[in-house]
């Protein structure tokens, strides 16, 4: 039985920075879902059971004995391990994309010290703006190359809470006891993908900014489909 893909956005951004990728796998026969965590920031901490209940929920529709393959793009690496104890599929693989990684074992953070002083300042009232606000726009405009799906990926962004970024997430032990891979596009994430090899991983890289599954939708769904073969990738 072919695995669904399941493709786990960032809750710093939206469903819409996998849809194009959706698209170019379903034109491809495979069967795919794209669950929301739009709201996973609305109320008290903790977050992460949010998330994995958003995936657990989008999932009661896909028959209990069909393998899912787990893809997961930047901070939402952290929050596999927590997703894949919560579901009642069987896990084929986990695909993490220019993503954290989450430890071993352990409870994970999902910001450093280093980075919450960031994030800290431009809180009001305790919640941050935008994601793509944080940055000066030539550090944005990179990640874009169309601008209607800019304007979409921009438009639906959450305002999150500065306690998301305090959260720390439980990692069950023996979570990696399936096949795992990553995807590296490129900086900041070239420590996680040399983390990856070091943890025996199969490791692809296809060079491009954070958003590059919507500049290249295309070669993106290639390299997933490449990494869930039961051979992986170089």
Known sequence: MQPIFVLVHSPSVGPSTWQPVAEHLTAAGYTVRVPSLLHIGAGAP???????????????????????????????????????AGLDHPVAGSIFVDAALPARIGPTPVA???????????AVNGRLPRWTDWWDEADVAPMFSDPTVRQAVVAEQPSLPLSYYEQRIPVPEGWDDHPCSYLLFGPPYEDCS???????????????????????????????????????AA
């Open 46 to 84: 903790p977050f992460w059971p949010r998330v994995a209940d958003a995936v657990r929920d989008d999932l009661r529709q896909v028959p209990v004995g069909n393998p899912v393959t787990l893809v997961a793009h930047s901070n939402a690496g952290l929050f596999l391990p927590a997703i894949r």
């Open 112 to 122: 450093s010290p280093e980075f919450q002083e960031f994030l800290r300042p431009m």
């Open 194 to 232: 040399a983390e990856a090899h070091e943890r025996g991983w199969p490791v692809a890289h296809l060079p491009g900014a954070h958003l590059h599954q919507i500049v290249d939708p295309a070669g993106t769904a290639r390299h997933l489909v490449e990494l869930a073969s039961p051979t992986g």
